[in-house]
């Protein structure tokens, strides 16, 4: 990724070790080993866990 950003120059003066310290130690775990398909789901079910979602960032479980 690193790569690409330098080839792209996409890095500025500005970029520092600590910048790619950062990077290495923050950065996902590589997703090429998740399933990654599309899959159908209801979108009633959706709905519900976006209502779930909401409550609980609200800090109340289980009100819908």
């Not at 520092?16 to 923050?26: K, P």
């Not at 909401?54 to 819908?64: H, I, S």
Request: net charge negative; no cysteine; aromatic share 8%.
């Amino acid at each position: 990724m690193l790569e690409r950003l330098i080839e792209d120059q996409l890095v500025t003066d500005a970029a520092s070790d600590d910048h790619v310290g950062h990077l290495y130690g923050r950065w996902q775990m590589p997703l090429y080993a998740l399933d990654m398909k599309a899959k159908a789901v209801e979108r009633s079910a959706l709905e519900a866990e976006q209502e779930r979602m909401l409550w609980a960032e609200m800090g109340v479980a289980n009100e819908y």
